[in-house]
């Protein structure tokens, strides 16, 4: 997650460090030097993400089609320079790192509802200012790029260091990020995302020797350096008399430099002038404030050294950790067949989540656009909590009397602190019969197992009884029909702004991903995607058109051919609801607030003369982008019920209706 301040601190005291740099000259270069290797760049996604959505709307759940355009001329730009990217994503978080992810998602609980009080005050989106990425956008971001023929990896542990590994192992001509850690490991050229030009491939990189040389230092200093400013393993809160020592002793002060930046210049001044030796780190260890941890800073300094590397400050008969030494010697998963494919699924990004639960059955969800102040709509995480007890159960053994292990859930949702993890009980889902072991639903064939696959999945929902319909419906629209009808269970009430239920639907997206992959894919995983059922603008509008009291011919824009489809599919939901004995009740919000830029009124009569929706606004943009260019999947992934009948077709503009709670039910 990088060091405070130090990507800030070499563009402003170190130019010479930030260079610019033509991508497709280096890779020439490259060519040239090592013919027989095309040249790769190593890209850091999570650390790219909030630089590729550039969408218009982003607080009403995402303008997916636009992203998916954008990833794809992304990939475009760079394979015209013939130059190969491979993206890497967190597939976990560290307990080491644990602290410092809940310091990170209590702070941005505090950003989102800034967020809602600006909208419910200027009922507008807010600028690019206070943007957060829409919610789950990482997760589909891994899927997309994936479906984009882009070799895409799920780590087993931090991304950094598994990022900074593959680049030196594998000649990257450089890694392509906005991570400051790195600067610190020794590896190949950093690259920043965030200085990039796409059309010329220019962009900067930041030269650790450079660095270096400004603050007096060696390479072997950079772990030191970096653990002594605070990091993802050394808390800052124990390096505050350090720092006051070093700021004292410190010939560099200077008082046009804001304090961070004198500390840094401090801390290195301090380190030059220490040996290079396993001694001088233990001094530093007990002149810290370490408590009973005192392998504190031994092990942030371990934590930068990539396969096979040495380093001073540790005793010279170890080297670097081998790879993902950090798992536990003992799984929850006992099952060593399930538990491989698990792995190579989850490395090779076919699967959701269901790795993390069968190693160490724990679990982690970050944020998502939730007003903690609507009490009528729980957390996403709470919403589909039911729904992962039941998946849990398919994925875990119970042992003897029938008990199964507890799953260890790290969600973030208004109301919880996060001091530890939830403890959260399996549960049995209804299936006649009993709920098929793991080994059948992953490995078993035929026609019986592609209906007990399809049939589980349905279960983990409540919609058992629904299987012939929904078989009836596209794949995509069928899942989308699932997930609607269970937040519709679930909710007493469906009176939320619509960026708070455009968050909830997607989170519930990555529901649909998570029990897909425990019952053996009987959807394909593209089936599931946002950009095929989902627009938060699209859906933000109609939202707002409905909640005025605009008929069902207006929301339709005049299209007849739309109305059968729309009826359809409200029987459908309508019914799953009655058979669970569910009434909803909604009220009419009237106005919420203005989207696009221009702020117009919305006039349905100007809609449905000048706008034809019928074909997506974004559909040039895809030029018939669907699931190209697919990629050799593993023996799980690729499984999905063959279309044996006609399916019922869904028009792409109901969709966004059927998630409108008013006039799902009063028209």
Known sequence: MGIKGLQGFVARVCPDACRMVDLREMAENHRIDHPDFPPVIVVDAMSCVRYWYTPESWVCGGQWREYLAILEDFIKAFMAAGIKLVFYFDGVVEDKKRDEWIKRRLQNNKEIARIFQFIKTHRKQPGRGMFVVPSALPTFTRFALKSLGQKTVCTLQEADFEVAAYGLQQNCIGILGQDSDYLIYNTCPYFSIEKLRLDTLVTVMYSREDLCRALGLSLTHLPLFACLLGNDVVPESLLEGFWHKCLVTSPHKNNSYNRRTNILLAVA??????????????????????????????????????????????????????????????????????????????????????????????????????????????????????????????????????????????????????????????????????????????????????????????????????????????APVAAFCCLLAYLIMQLAQVDSRAVHLGAVFVRGLTTLLMANSACGFPFRMDDLMPWEVFDGKLFQEKYQQSHRGCSLEELLEGNESLYTPFQHLKSFICKACMAKKRTIQSRPRGNGFITGTQQREFNPRFQQTHRSYFVPPYHNQMRGFLWRNPQPRGREYRLGHPDRRRRFHLPPRVIPLLLNPVELFET
């Open 269 to 474: 001044n301090y380190i030059s002038k220490v040996p290079c030796s396993y001694s001088s780190l233990k001094h530093l260890e007990e002149m810290l404030p370490l408590g009973s941890d005192k392998t504190l800073l031994y092990r942030g300094v371990e934590s930068y050294l990539l396969p096979g590397q040495q380093s001073p400050w540790i005793p010279p008969n170890i080297t670097s950790c081998e790879m993902f030494s950090h798992q536990h010697q003992t799984t929850v998963c006992q099952d060593k067949e399930i538990f491989q494919l698990a792995k190579e699924q989850h490395i090779q990004s076919e699967n959701y989540t269901i790795f993390n639960i069968l190693s160490n059955g724990e679990i982690e969800c970050s944020n998502s656009l939730e007003d903690e102040c609507d009490t009528e709509i729980p957390g996403q995480a709470l919403i589909y909590r039911p729904a992962r007890q039941h998946i849990y159960s398919v994925l875990l053994e119970s042992g003897k009397g029938g008990a199964y292990p507890l799953v260890k859930e790290w969600f973030v949702y208004f109301g919880n602190p996060l001091q530890q993890p939830e403890l959260i009980q399996p549960v049995k889902p209804s299936i006649p019969g009993g709920t098929p072991n793991l080994k059948t639903l992953w490995f078993a064939k035929g026609p019986d197992v592609e209906r007990q696959r399809y049939s589980t999945f349905l279960a983990c929902f409540h919609l058992q009884d629904g299987m012939e319909e929904l078989q009836a419906l596209e």
